[in-house]
């Protein structure tokens, strides 16, 4: 009988030890939140650890997904206007700094002329940096998009999600991370600027881009600038022999003096690859 119970004993407690050995061993996991639905659209917050550039950290992600034939914009809507997407993160918790990237956009043809953003869906991936790393970060934004088909629609959406110090990795926000446009093109695959000039020669001042790519048919180019301020869209002139040459007319639109001084991103996208590159106006 004693025998007996010992034999039971030590079962169990060698039952306890495996159970707890194998909750040890369970994969940290990524997390997201549920999706806050609306009027032909719908978006939530991803987040994990993710890969860009070779190193690991930790990072969230807006997604929004859209039916066919829908279409949001990029941090710059392009010519035919739009609402860029924005973030607030103020009602986060334990949270020292959010950085929102975009991934490479696309020029968007309508009858109301050329728009810069996403069709089908979208992840804006938020590069996070906690106050304490050893402990949750809530994660709370109010983010404002626009939502175009045959009208153009303002959404807000209130998102909420809290992270473990130990969340898991999230291949997804990798793969999103790999479509964002760096600063150091890889060789042979990224198009890049290969040189831009001013050109104030005439009455219409004219900012020119040469960009090189393997892709020349398929480039294209956009401008942003600081603050949100317009900037035309680049219009493609030529393209031979492994460059694509871009004219962007400064005087349609926009007043030269306010571009002056301030620094002025390029981001350049062709079938392989995309990068950007920092330039300022003299």
């Keep these: 009988m004693i025998g007996n119970l010992r034999l039971t004993t030590g079962m169990a407690f060698a039952l306890l030890s495996l159970n707890v050995a194998t909750a040890r061993s369970e994969p940290a996991v990524s997390v997201a939140s549920d999706w806050v639905k609306g009027l032909d659209n719908k978006a939530r917050l991803v987040a994990g650890q993710a890969v860009s550039n070779g190193q690991t950290g930790l990072y969230a992600g807006v997604e929004v997904a859209m039916p066919d034939g829908w279409k949001t914009y990029w941090r710059s809507p392009g010519d035919a206007g739009g609402v ?23 020029r968007l043809h309508d009858k109301a002329g050329d728009a810069v953003g996403y069709k089908g869906g979208v992840i804006f991936p938020v590069r996070l940096t906690p106050k304490d790393a050893t402990k949750p970060v809530v994660l709370h934004g109010k983010v404002e998009y626009g939502l175009c088909k045959d009208i153009c629609i303002p959404v807000e959406v209130d998102l909420k999600v809290v992270i473990p110090p130990d969340v898991g990795a999230s291949s997804e926000l990798t793969e999103t991370l790999a479509r964002v446009p760096q600063q150091r093109p890889r060789s042979g695959v ?7 000039h001013l050109d104030q020669s005439t009455e219409k001042p004219t900012l020119v881009l040469n960009v090189e790519t393997t892709s020349p048919d398929n480039v294209d180019a956009f401008v942003a600038a600081p603050g949100g301020t317009y900037i035309p869209l680049p219009k493609r002139v030529s393209n031979a022999s492994g460059k694509a040459l871009f004219e962007v007319d400064l005087s349609d639109g926009v007043d030269i003096k306010d571009l002056k001084g301030k620094p002025l991103t390029v981001t350049m996208v062709d079938g392989k690859g995309q990068s950007e590159a920092t330039i300022t106006l003299k």
Aim: net charge negative.
């Design 84 to 106: 860029p997407p924005d973030f607030d993160w103020q009602a986060s918790e334990n949270l020292a700094s959010a950085d929102v990237l975009y991934p490479a956009p696309h």
């Design 190 to 196: 990224d198009p890049k600027l290969a040189a831009w």
